[in-house]
């Protein structure tokens, strides 16, 4: 398994990584926040701890300098954030109760977390560990 | 639209589902795909690199080979006159 100093070699990308990984996890563990919205068929609890899950896997592969498992872990918190922005639009839209403010924040995460996917995690400069 | 899809509880759900599903897959797809190109980029250069610290250490070995050649070539020589002085003593 190749295993890739991100810290050393890509600081943006494991700053980035971190620093979206600490917010989803206090997102995911802050289960007030998805209180004052929908919860059809548990959706909160499931949301919230598929989050805080999949939040700290991105931590343990930032640790253990895992690259797949990092591209794993920022593609699910992408899935499970655009799919909670759109739940939440469509259901602001239907009862008109709620604010568009927290679906648009959860898009700026997904968007976030969607960056760091895309960014290359290492250029020819860069060196890579081999186990 | 939005409406139709609001009303129905399952659609609700089903459709952000399917949407952030293929974003998300598409994205990682891509993803994937860049890490692979810019690992064999790196592990190219790095081949590269030590191809010419080779070929480096390869022309240094030819010269230090082609002096010491020249020195044992000028010792025979030597050994030879000395044979040959030798003789011409006794």
Redesign the interface.
Known sequence: M?RVRLRQTHPNLFRGSLAVALVFLALGLNIVVFKPTFN??G?NWWVSGLFALFATVQLYALWSKR??TL??S???I??????????L???T???HKTSLALPICFYGL?VWQ?LQ??E?????A???ERE | M??A???S?VL??A???V???V???F??R???R??KE??V???M??VQEDNKELRARIVLLETRLAAAEEALRLVERATVKAALLKKQQD
């Open positions: 190749t059809q068929y959706l690259l797949p591209r794993v920022q593609a699910a992408v899935f499970i954030a655009l799919f909670w922005a759109g739940a639009t469509l259901f839209f239907q009862t997904a969607l996917l895309i290359p995690a290492s250029n020819p860069n060196q890579v | 939005i409406a899809v609001g009303d509880p609700l759900v459709v952000p589902a949407l952030s599903a974003t998300a897959l994205t990682y891509y993803a994937k860049k890490d810019t690992a980029t790196t592990f250069e790095r």
